[in-house]
């Protein structure tokens, strides 16, 4: 016991001792002390942030092999692998530069291309934060391989993905959010809201998602020559709400990451996020019970993601009141949505456009509405002209990419390669070996089969609404 209070009197004189030697805090001092420290958590979160929306990869590969067929399993892992990696190297050498770098017109960034911007011995915030924009850039890429799922050519998608990660995507993200870091967008200089994304992102694949959709044209068997829809079901439903529920938790480094900032203001972005995506959820669902007179699980999902979608523009401006009520509104919405691109025979396998096209612009509209410092008809006109900017440029030029490919490489597989399944004729493989696959919506269901609702074919009963794919 005494050796014991020895050694402690002697380890509190010798710290004493190395006290007294430092020289006194000071104000400046101190604050210098506690900005390292926010610097440094607000490192930390910003990656981990990041990490989390570079989880959203898995989610999404999981949901768009689940709402499809399992012929093609394998190309849709390939196709998701290969949006984050094709991805990261076209936004390093130029998206970054195109969206970031300093502008004198407010239109694209002319520098920081390569990540130039970095010095070994200068601020490295620019890794943090090119880590963080890089997987917002694959987001909006992998959003596109949805809509275009089971008919097209890895070549071609291969080159697809370049553009929008490394063109597309990034001028207009230059617009919005270049003074992030050395730019300057025009129409952030409005004051346009869109803290997270919803246009920045979601609505930018989306729109690119359809004009794909339109040059591909719908995928074999989906539509009958008198002009029925006929339902083609995806082969894995618990495959699908995993990957909803993992991009449920992404959304939670998707918009509380956005600023890029330790602090107190993540709470109310967190709540936001949450309480939107479950309100879009129970929307949906009720929706779509009152429409086909079943509880469907591919609209349930879809509303979900609708609600996640919608609040993700004004995530940090809206109370959590008024997120309820931009979920309610995405989660009906991507019902109405949905039915409508398949009337008018847009084949979106995964309800891409509608989830993040449309939610999107509404939930870029929502954000102006319900802003906490009230609304104005400038607000509103500002939040309509970025929706709009965001169409009139994404939209077409996407067409006009699609077209080229189909042009030269070539956009869809042919109808004989479709119906063996891109596994086999695209990458030589089979996602399930052992077992027997069957083709849904081709030869392998009867008429009166083909025509149920998903959940209604599932239980023997015959529907007559139109097929509910995923999101």
Avoid at 126 to 153: D, H, P, Y
């Amino acid at each position: 016991m005494r050796k014991l209070i020895l050694s402690l009197l002697i380890t509190a004189l010798s710290c004493t001792y190395v006290w007294a030697g430092d020289p006194e805090p000071t104000i400046l001092s101190n604050k210098a002390a506690i900005d390292l420290v926010q610097s440094h958590a607000n490192y930390l979160w910003t990656l981990v942030a990041a990490c989390l929306v570079f989880f959203m990869q898995a989610g999404f590969a999981m949901v768009e092999a689940g709402f499809t067929r399992a012929k093609n399993a394998v190309n849709i892992m390939m196709k998701n692998l290969m949006d984050f990696s094709i991805g990261s190297i076209a936004f390093w050498a130029v998206g970054f530069g195109l969206m970031f770098g300093a502008s004198q017109t407010g239109w694209f960034g002319t520098s920081g291309f390569f990540l130039s911007d970095f010095a070994p011995d200068g601020d490295p915030w620019v890794l943090a934060f090119w880590m963080f924009q890089v997987v917002f850039a694959a987001t909006a890429a992998t959003i596109v391989s949805g809509a275009m799922a089971e008919r097209t050519k890895f070549q071609g998608y291969i080159f697809y993905s370049i553009f929008i990660s490394g063109l597309i995507y990034p001028v207009f993200g230059s617009w919005a959010w270049g003074s992030l870091f050395n730019g300057s967008g025009w129409l952030e200089g409005f004051g346009f809201i869109d803290f997270a994304g919803s246009t920045v992102v979601h609505s930018v694949g989306g729109w690119a998602a359809l004009a794909g959709a339109i040059v591909l044209g719908p995928r074999l068997g989906k539509y009958t020559k008198d002009g029925k829809i006929k339902p083609i079901l995806g082969h894995n439903m618990p495959l699908a709400a995993l990957g909803v529920f993992i991009l449920w938790l992404g959304w939670f480094g998707f918009n509380p990451g956005s600023t890029t900032t330790a602090d107190k203001s993540i709470a109310m972005i967190f709540v936001n996020t949450n309480l939107a995506a479950a309100a879009g959820a129970i929307a949906a669902l009720a929706t779509s019970w009152i429409k086909f007179g079943k509880s469907e699980i591919g609209m349930s999902l879809n509303g979900a993601l609708a609600g996640l979608v919608g609040i993700t523009a004004g995530c940090a401006n809206v109370t959590p009141n008024s997120a309820i009520i931009i979920g309610l509104v995405a989660g009906v919405l991507v019902v109405f949505s949905v039915i409508f691109f398949d009337k008018i025979k847009v084949d979106d396998p995964v309800g891409a456009i509608s989830v993040h096209g449309v939610c999107g612009a509404w939930g870029t509209l929502a954000a102006g509405i319900f802003n906490i410092g009230g609304t104005t008809a400038k607000i509103i006109g500002v939040q309509l002209l970025g929706i709009s900017a965001c169409f009139l440029w994404v939209f077409p030029a996407a067409f006009l990419l699609f077209k080229l490919i189909d042009k030269t490489v070539g956009l869809r597989v042919s109808p004989e390669e479709e119906l063996a399944g891109l596994d086999i004729t695209e990458h030589g493989g089979n996602a399930y070996p052992d077992f027997e696959v069957m083709t849904y919506g081709g030869s392998g269901l009867s008429e009166s089969m083909a025509g149920m609702q998903p959940a209604a074919a599932a239980a023997g009963l015959s529907s007559t609404a139109p097929q509910t794919e995923g999101v």
